[in-house]
């Protein structure tokens, strides 16, 4: 077996911004603390900070008068921070500056009288707060028949923004049709699609041809770990989305594969490691690391500014 490691992967700036913020917060405040939703959507960084007192929460209902609270990477709804306020809660903000850019730009059209077209996944942490932002001017489409079923007036100001760990193939051809049906629609250059999930992607799209299996490291409800596994089966490479080792099946492999491992924005590194030394023991792999770009981009930590 030969394993490929593709390179970027894992943890992207906003993710290592969340995390590291989150440990500094220990450390200065102590407990309790709580988190609002999944500080990322991986299930051994959640688990880890649970093993270490903290408290991840889905309502401000369950957040102590006078506690302190952080918002995770991906951002909150502003009602959310009313309700905050109102309860004397102290916060810190971990939201992803690239997310935050997209809740500026939606706030920016709507005081422009703007119809803002949300290209994302419904139910989506993002998305939640995303359209919070400005409720009255958002419409989310999520798949290409919600584009034809749009019942707009020519004479409408419009806008597309999107949801930031998309697939990037889907979503250009979801504004391609956009810019079709209504040709005046304003398009952010590159969608808002991260840097981070443009430059994992690439990465599979490069390497995935080369591969008899891919393996993406991942937990189930991370957006950009599950647009990998797809992108790589839209290239008709077979993929699966493993959490970690203990997910690997003996099964899949013959032995005398070559194997792509990637992992999503929110996994760790130790994790892709656990995984690779499972196929060494197992299957003699030999591991080579293939680097398509490079991740330059980093975040100052909020909590500096506390
Ligand atoms: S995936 Fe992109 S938008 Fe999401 S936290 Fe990472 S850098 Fe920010």
Redesign the pocket.
Known sequence: MHIFLANPRGF????NM?IRTLDAAIVRFGLPLYVYHEI?HNTWVVNDFKSRGVKFVDSIEDVPEGSRLMFS??GVAPNIRTAAIQKNIETIDAT????AKVHREVLRYAVENYTIILIGHSGHD?VIGTMNEAPKSIILVEHESDVYNLKLKSSEKLVVLTQ??LSVTETYSMIELLRKRFPNIICEPNSNI????QHRQEAIAILAPFADIVLIVGSKNSS?SKRLAERSESIGVRSILIDGAENINSDWFKGDEKVLISAG??APEYVVQDCVKLLQKNFNATVEERQTCTDS?SFRLPIDSL
């Open positions: 992207c700036a906003g993710v969340a990322v990477a991906h992803c500056p690239l997310v993002e930031t760990t991260c840097y981070a999930t950009n924005a929110s981009l």
